[in-house]
């Protein structure tokens, strides 16, 4: 793991990173859009962090193994019920081929700013999960961190706007020193499909996690009262819409392992 983004994570915010904000809408929409596509049966939660899914999924009922690079997180996972946690590597995991009925990458992509990295990881995925099982890997849009800076009033600034501007080129994000997210890779919504078929899961189908609801359900008790559900309903209405990708923060794609492979 490079050595700014194993800063960033020892700081402890993924303990409470999903609790409010834009992170609650996140939250709640990654949970449904999961309840609806995973499987019966054990998931491989890779990346997982602290386990704040982990935690829900087990409730569910899903066995549930947790790979992640910080011990930190190791350690705060494991003590969860239902919870199996170890450290590994997205891109070389100590699992057994066929494992699971899903495997879930709802951070590796993140911070893998290699595509032969991503793919690797995909791949991986792919290899651990059981014929026919599905595949979900959470990325970050790629125009998220513009319009970020833009509504937290940062994009002014000289420096956060040629970071921003760079970004927005290449996909690669490094704003630690900034005070923003640490070292990343935004995706592109051709980017992560055509990754997820390299990885062998042609015609995967990508979700609108927040659409452009994430620049103001956050603010103003959005995600506190009864409006609550009027914003989810509407995001479920446009989540696979095509014209919402590039508003919305993060995007899901769901694969499957080929019933055959």
């Known amino acids: 793991m490079d050595a700014s983004i194993r800063t960033y994570y020892e700081r402890g915010g993924e303990l409470t990173r999903l609790d409010a904000g834009n992170g609650k809408l996140e939250f709640l929409r990654t949970q449904e859009i999961l309840r609806r596509v995973l499987p019966p049966g054990p998931v491989l939660d890779v ?22 690079p910080l011990a930190s997180h190791v350690a705060h996972a494991a003590s969860i019920p239902g919870v199996d946690a170890v450290r590994g590597d997205a891109r070389r995991l100590d699992e057994p081929t066929g494992a699971y009925a899903a495997t879930l990458l709802l951070g590796p992509l993140y911070h893998l700013t290699e595509r032969a990295d991503r793919v690797a990881a995909l791949r991986e995925a792919v290899r651990v999960t059981a014929p026919g099982g599905v595949v979900v890997a959470a990325t970050i849009a790629r125009h998220a961190g513009l319009w970020d800076a833009v509504a937290r009033d940062r994009y002014a600034r000289p420096a956060v706007r040629r970071l921003v501007d760079v970004e927005v080129a290449t996909g690669v994000h490094d704003g630690l020193t900034e005070e923003l997210f640490t070292l990343a890779y935004f995706h592109t919504a051709d980017e992560i499909r055509d990754e997820f078929a390299e990885a062998g899961m042609a015609g995967a189908t990508r979700y609108a996690v927040e659409g452009p609801a994430w620049l103001f359900a956050g ?35 769901v694969g499957r392992r080929p019933a055959s492979g």
């Open 47 to 68: 990346g997982g962090a602290t386990g704040v899914h982990a935690r829900w999924l087990a409730a569910d009922g899903h066995p549930v193994r947790l790979v992640d």
């Open 219 to 253: 603010r103003d008790g959005w995600l506190d009262d009864e409006r609550t559900a009027s914003v989810l309903a509407a995001l479920r209405i446009v989540e696979q819409d095509e014209s919402q990708f590039g508003a919305t923060s993060h995007l899901l794609t």
